[in-house]
């Protein structure tokens, strides 16, 4: 059973760490060749592992062939779903999350109705089932996958999209002096690049500079708030499936409750994750800009809840700490690719939301180890509690930093900041006066956005500024 137990574990290893390879072949081939190979290959490693008459076949099938091809499939469409519902959208929280449910929902639907399969029709059967639906769903899906045509550069995302059928037109009379100062909305000058284009901010020295007037160590800042970023999601997987694979060993192990009991556990875990991953698609895009708070106090809910743990004692203690434990974790899982966008803002995002799977996988490929090895040297899984609460404090201390060093480097693109509400308030007030659809695009004022937040400009803000 331990060994069966590490060829599931691998397969969900490889699902989020190979998201770099992903990526690439998303950009070389596009998504819906990128997920069709992926569908394929994940459909002939369940296939193929109808067939194994070895421990081996299945390490060859189901965790290699059938991780890295369900990476393949899943992680392009989190990226088309960002290009259809970029940063300034509206709808860019809920859409982004919305995947998140379907991976929760199939999570509880799957699980007892393989068992209900193994019962019947025996394993090979039932993969051999799950290989032909996966194929033809999977085959199905792929063909409705679109690139979006206005994308431009999936790489970055801009505060503001300047399409009128999106946004309405500014009038000036509403423009910041940043605007007021602008004469072309796509191209930046050397000099404004180097300098606030801002008619307030002649004089101000280095420690009062906005991200588009980045100094040198600006790139050390940025990449500063990358590592917190990733590091932080990284304590929270750890401890994570440190406990939500090994939970129902422990259970079993050291409080005497059935398997069949400790199963519906994680069932009750499950259903915690979709009720939060729900809310936030519903109520995610009005703390927009705010997420890194939600991680911070998921984090602390969780250090709470495994304090909390360490005194269960039955099966309903246990189901307490499992159903709070899933709806703490599903926030976070649900609002990736949104907060992505917030560690650099808005700047690549799916590079970010990549990077961030992969440290999703590595977590859940060392947390089930460690806790095994916890327990083979003490005897017991209680101690995984200890950590946990040491990783889950850890990870609301980074991503609370990030939020401070965020608000204090760099106030005009966090929450509130000129930057990340002039495109709001903007549209708000020009939807007001139903303007919306009444003014001629050439004639519309421009945005000047700083090249932090887009890449159209010619030069870079992480190079060098003389």
Not at 184 to 203: R, Y
Not at 297 to 309: K, Y
Not at 327 to 343: H, I
Request: proline letters at 4%; hydrophobic letters at 45%.
């Amino acid at each position: 059973m331990e060994t069966i137990g590490f060829i599931g574990s691998l397969a969900g290893f490889l699902l989020y760490v190979i998201a770099p390879l992903a990526l690439f072949l998303n950009a070389k081939i596009g998504t819906r060749f990128t997920a069709l190979l992926g569908v394929i290959i994940s459909s002939a490693g369940l296939v193929g592992a109808a067939w194994s008459t070895e421990i081996w076949h299945l390490f060859l099938t189901y965790s290699v062939l059938f991780g890295v091809g369900a990476s393949l499939s899943t992680h392009p469409s989190f990226l088309l779903v960002g290009e259809y519902f970029p940063r300034n959208n509206k709808y860019h929280i809920a859409a982004t999350s919305m995947e998140a449910i379907g991976g929760a929902l199939g999570h509880v639907i799957i699980q007892p109705l393989s068992e209900i399969f193994i019962q019947h029709y025996g394993w090979s059967t039932t993969f051999l089932i799950f290989g032909v639906t996966e194929f033809i769903v999977g085959t199905v899906t792929c063909a409705t996958f679109r690139p979006c045509s206005t994308s431009g550069n999936t790489e970055t995302t801009a505060l503001l999209d300047d399409s009128p059928e999106e946004n309405s037109p500014i009038e000036s009379t509403e423009l910041s002096p940043v605007d007021k100062t602008t004469k072309d909305a796509n191209t930046f000058s050397s000099e404004s690049e180097k300098h606030v284009i801002n008619e307030n901010h002649d004089n101000v020295d280095d420690k009062q500079m906005t991200p588009g007037t980045l100094p040198f160590n600006g790139y050390s800042i940025l990449m500063l708030f990358v590592v917190l970023w990733l590091i932080g999601c990284f304590s929270t997987s750890l401890a994570y499936y440190a406990h939500s694979i090994v939970i129902v060993k422990y259970m079993e192990k050291s409080l005497n409750i059935d398997s069949w009991r400790g199963a519906l556990t994680i069932v009750w875990l499950g259903i915690g994750e979709i009720i939060t991953r729900l809310v936030t698609c519903i109520f995610g895009d009005r703390i927009k800009g705010r997420l890194f708070w939600l991680y911070v106090f998921c984090n602390i809910a969780l250090v709470l809840d495994n304090v909390a743990g360490l005194s269960g004692r039955d099966f309903m203690h246990m189901s307490i700490f499992t159903s709070v434990m899933g709806l703490a974790a599903g926030p976070m899982w649900a609002a990736w690719y949104g907060a992505c966008g917030d560690v650099l803002f808005g700047q690549h995002i799916p590079l970010l939301f990549t990077l961030t799977r992969s440290m999703n996988g590595i977590g859940l490929g060392l947390g089930p180890l460690i806790a095994g090895v916890i327990y083979e040297s003490t005897g017991s899984y209680r101690n995984v509690f200890f950590l946990n609460c040491g990783l889950y404090g850890a990870a609301a201390i980074f991503f609370l930093l990030l939020i401070i060093l965020q608000r204090h480097l760099y106030p005009d693109y966090t929450y509130g900041g000129e930057y990340f509400n002039l495109a709001v308030k903007s549209d708000r007030k020009n939807n007001n006066a139903g303007t919306s659809n009444n003014t001629d695009d050439n004639s519309r004022p421009h945005i000047q956005m700083d090249p932090v937040l887009t890449l159209s400009s010619k030069k870079s803000p992480y190079e060098k500024l003389e």
